[in-house]
């Protein structure tokens, strides 16, 4: 059965950190474009950061360029968001999706994916 579950997502104060994780099962990510996007109450879902499968190039949104870190290791299936320095606009639902044919831009600002996981809540409040 192919599976995303993200996990990481919390409560943190503003200016503090969390990872988020993305963990795959049931096919490998290796060859996917795999790709973050936040959805927060009454707000279209956005693209935050996607990485891709061939050569590892990045994509982030201008609203989180020099915060958010993406990252994976196919050794164990999973890709990461490293979030420094969150803002309480950060707070959203956070969402994996993989695709196995696009490019990383295409798939962050369309929002593209093939398997979806069911997201964590991140929340950035004082």
């Known amino acids: 059965q192919v599976q995303l579950v993200e996990s990481g997502g919390g409560l943190v104060q503003p200016g503090g950190s969390l990872r988020l994780s993305c963990a795959a099962s049931?096919?490998?990510?290796?060859?996917?474009?795999i790709g973050w996007f936040r959805q927060a109450p009454g707000k279209e879902r956005e693209g935050v950061s996607c990485?891709?499968?061939?050569?590892?190039?990045?994509y982030y949104a201008d609203s989180v360029k020099g915060r958010f870190t993406i990252s994976r290791d196919n050794a164990k299936n999973t890709v990461y968001l490293r979030m420094n320095s969150l803002k309480p606009e950060d707070t959203a639902v956070y969402y994996c999706?993989?695709?196995?044919?696009?490019?990383?831009?295409?798939?962050?600002?369309?929002?593209?994916?093939?398997?979806w996981g069911q997201g964590t809540q991140v929340t950035v409040s004082s």
């Open positions: 049931g096919f490998t990510l290796d060859y996917y474009a």
């Open positions: 990485i891709s499968g061939s050569d590892g190039s990045t």
């Open positions: 999706a993989a695709h196995p044919r696009t490019t990383i831009q295409a798939m962050c600002i369309m929002k593209y994916g093939n398997y």
